[in-house]
């Protein structure tokens, strides 16, 4: 099992739509996570697929047939800044390498 | 509530020499786990434990040894601290294996010189 973050960083302006990139490769129904780690902060969980609910504006849908599970906000907030991180679990979780998302004003 | 808890936060070592970090949780969480997080990298986790008496090794294995003392606090050695370990620790716990919230201490930053 693998999950790719493909960009490291993303920069985006205040009120532009942000798309956050994540694949994966899993043999079974993989259950699939955003964490989120804002500076001075601890890690943690922002949503799961299984949740199908959107925080703090974010939403995340699994597609089975692109093996993806983008995050994805629709108009982007400078308190959006924060490195994030998609995680798959199986009998343990891994993560991907992580995005930077740094919003501009 | 304290949640996890991670000691100590800062630690510098001369290669060669031996250290470990502590984590203990109070959320009466079943399985534990050691991540480190270096830039570019990622979270690579590097053992955990799925229930009290179990270890797992995880991606990053190599150098490192584990002990769950009980349910509440599993540690981390480094035996002969390399500064490929230099790096921030992060340990989490979760409700079990089958629960896929993590709940994350604050981070070890590590540097071996």
Known sequence: ?105 | NAGVTQTPKFQVLKTGQSMTLQCAQDMNHNSMYWYRQDPGMGLRLIYYSASEGTTDKGEVPNGYNVSRLNKREFSLRLESAAPSQTSVYFCASSAGTGAGELFFGEGSRLTVL
């Open chain 1, 1 to 105: 099992q693998r999950v790719t973050q493909p960009e490291k960083l993303l920069s985006v302006f205040k009120g532009a739509p942000v798309e956050l990139k994540c694949n994966y490769s899993y043999s079974g129904s993989p259950e699939l996570f955003w964490y989120v780690q804002y500076s001075r902060q601890r890690l943690q969980l922002l949503l799961r697929h299984i949740s199908r609910e959107s925080i703090k504006g974010f939403t995340a849908d699994l597609n089975k047939g692109e093996t993806s599970f983008h995050l994805k906000k629709p108009f982007a907030q400078e308190e959006d800044s924060a490195m994030y991180y998609c995680a798959l679990r199986d009998d343990k979780i891994i993560f991907g390498k992580g995005t930077r998302l740094h919003i501009l004003p």
